[in-house]
C-alpha cells in the first residue's frame, strides 16, 4: 500500500486510531511512539488488497519460499510467546483422535 493511503486513512480516522492507540498504551503500559509503527502496520496489512497478499498460483517454488519467508519475517517483532511442548504434542492436537 502506498504512503498516500496510509496518510489519507490517517487522516480520515485520526480520532478512531487515537482511541486504539490509547488502549494499547493502557494495556502493553508503552507510549504511543513505541505503539504508531505496529499500529501502521497493521493498518497496512489490513487494508492491503487480498491478491497482494496471496501467492500466485503460478509462481515458482523459489518465489513461494521468499513470500514464506517475507510472512515469517514480518511476524518477528511481534514478540509472540513460545508454545510449550506440551502445547505442540500430538495428543495435545488430536487428542482421542490421534
Same mark, same amino acid.
Given at each position: 500500500?502506498?504512503? /498516500? ?5 490517517? &487522516?480520515?480516522? =485520526?480520532?478512531? #486510531?487515537?482511541? +486504539?492507540?490509547?488502549? $494499547? %498504551? /493502557? ?5 504511543? &511512539?513505541?505503539? =504508531?509503527?505496529? #499500529?501502521?502496520? +497493521?493498518?497496512?496489512? $489490513? %487494508? ?51
Amino acid at each position: 500500500m502506498n504512503t /498516500d493511503v496510509l496518510h489519507f486513512l490517517q &487522516e480520515s480516522h =485520526k480520532q478512531d #486510531l487515537e482511541t +486504539i492507540t490509547q488502549i $494499547l %498504551v /493502557d494495556i502493553t503500559n508503552r507510549n504511543p &511512539e513505541e505503539i =504508531k509503527p505496529y #499500529l501502521d502496520r +497493521i493498518l497496512t496489512q $489490513l %487494508v492491503k488488497p487480498q491478491q497482494e497478499t496471496q501467492v500466485d498460483e503460478t509462481a515458482t517454488p523459489e518465489q513461494k519460499i521468499a513470500a514464506f519467508q517475507a510472512w515469517v519475517e514480518s511476524h518477528k517483532n511481534l514478540n509472540f510467546p513460545n508454545l510449550s511442548d506440551e502445547a505442540i504434542s500430538r495428543e495435545s492436537i488430536y487428542g482421542d483422535r490421534g
